[in-house]
């Protein structure tokens, strides 16, 4: 059971992964309803990863316990220790493209604020908060 949780868990990760990479290419063309879009696919395969990392750990502890004298790289099997250190590049790998989007959402989200501010300015009054300015850029006329 471990190895198919394994599986599983690696192919929740490789489709995170595939996610924000279109995330990475449509924020790249300024397709925000697209990102939008793929908001509940990513939560739900995360939901789906977690569950799946919490079944592993079950099944590892399950493992250790019923044999406590014994070390874990000599309770699972060959195939098993390799997909758990998949299962760790895997992460890694996500990390790293994470890391990536991140970069591109924390630029666009500042161009978006400067823009804002640069359009409707915000005077910082001390402690109590932001206080609109009167814009120069917007003038209503009656």
């Known amino acids: 059971m471990l190895m198919h949780y394994l599986e599983k868990a690696i192919e929740d990760l490789e489709k995170l992964m595939e996610l924000i990479s279109m995330d990475i290419a ?5 397709r925000h ?9 990513k939560e739900r395969t ?3 990863f ?3 990392k919490a079944r592993i750990d079950g099944e590892i502890a399950a493992l250790l316990k019923a044999h406590p004298e014994s ?3 000599e309770l699972l099997e060959e195939p098993t220790r390799r997909k758990l250190g998949e299962l760790r ?4 790998n996500l990390q790293s493209l994470n890391r990536y989007y991140a970069r591109f959402v924390i630029t666009v989200g500042e161009f978006y604020n400067a823009l804002y501010e640069e359009m409707l300015p915000i005077e910082k009054d001390g ?3 932001k206080s609109p300015k009167v814009a120069s850029l917007i003038e209503l006329r009656v």
Do not use: C
């Open 33 to 41: 309803d697209a990102m939008f879009e793929r908001i509940a696919m």
């Open 89 to 92: 590049d895997t992460l890694e």
């Open 71 to 73: 070390d874990l790289a």
């Open 46 to 48: 995360l939901e789906s």
């Open 26 to 30: 449509d924020i790249k063309q300024a």
């Open 50 to 52: 977690e569950k799946r």
């Open 127 to 129: 402690y109590t908060g």
